[in-house]
């Protein structure tokens, strides 16, 4: 299972950390991701991260701005936000695979947690 949180309500600029939690002892055979559906449109790809943090991919539109991170410890995946848009608004997601390296494709990811909201004001 799958829990994240962290959203909220932000002015364009500002940052937001998320963080997504995982029960269960099989965290490190997860690789981590990160998904987005804003209104309307498709689910997206935002970021994802291997088991051992040593391989990351993130989508071109927030390279730069956003950081994954996870701490195997806390069975927690990260997401810090900087620099934050309005095109950046939409409902988060993490996501589990049991494949071996980051997927930026949905279909790979065989857990979803519940989403939280981002909301960026201009």
């Known amino acids: 299972q799958l829990q994240a949180s962290g959203g909220g309500l932000v002015q364009a600029g500002g940052s937001l950390r998320l963080s997504c939690t995982a029960s269960?002892?099989?965290?490190?055979?997860?690789?981590m991701g990160w998904f987005r559906q804003a209104p309307g449109k498709e689910r997206e790809f935002v970021s994802a991260i291997s088991r051992g943090r040593g391989d990351i991919a993130y989508a071109d539109s927030v390279k730069g701005r956003f950081t994954i991170s996870r701490d195997n410890a806390k069975n927690t995946v990260y997401l810090q936000m900087n620099g934050l848009k309005p095109e950046d608004t939409a409902v988060y997601y993490c996501?589990?695979?049991?494949?071996?390296?980051?997927?930026?494709?949905?279909?790979?990811?065989?857990?979803w947690g519940q989403g939280t909201e981002v909301t960026v004001s201009s």
């Open positions: 996501a589990a695979t049991i494949q071996y390296n980051p997927s930026r494709s949905g279909g790979d990811y065989d857990y």
């Open positions: 269960g002892r099989l965290f490190t055979s997860y690789v």
